[in-house]
C-alpha cells in the first residue's frame, strides 16, 4: 500500500467499506460518501482493468467505456506495477462465478 494514503482516516473508510453487507447497502454508502463523477470515474477505471485483465485492446477499451488512452495506460501500469489490488478482486470474483 502507497505509505502517502496509509493513516487513520483512510484505516477508518476502509473498516467502514468492509462493513457493508451487499451491493444496495454500497450503492447508499458511496452515493453519501461521493459525486456522481467520482462513482462513475471508479467504475470507469474498474472497467477498463477488468478489459484489459481479459486482453481486450486500447481500442475496444476506449469504444466500451469511454475512457481515455491516457487513463487506460494508468489503470495498465496499475495492474503491471501496483499493489496487486486488482488481481485479488479479479480472482475471487472468479471464484464466486
Do not use: W
Given at each position: ?46 472497467a477498463v482493468a477488468k478489459m484489459l485483465n481479459d486482453g481486450e ?41
Amino acid at each position: 500500500m502507497n505509505p502517502k494514503i496509509r493513516n487513520q482516516s483512510t484505516e477508518q473508510l476502509f473498516k467502514a467499506i468492509l462493513s457493508l453487507q451487499n451491493v444496495e447497502e454500497c450503492y447508499q454508502f458511496f452515493d453519501d460518501l461521493c459525486t456522481v463523477p467520482e462513482i462513475k470515474a471508479m467504475a470507469q477505471r474498474y472497467a477498463v482493468a477488468k478489459m484489459l485483465n481479459d486482453g481486450e485492446i486500447y481500442t475496444d477499451i476506449v469504444k466500451h467505456t469511454g475512457a481515455s488512452t491516457a487513463t487506460i495506460s494508468r489503470v495498465n501500469r496499475s495492474l503491471n506495477y501496483g499493489s496487486e489490488g486488482y488481481a485479488l478482486v479479479f480472482a475471487r470474483i472468479n471464484e464466486d462465478e
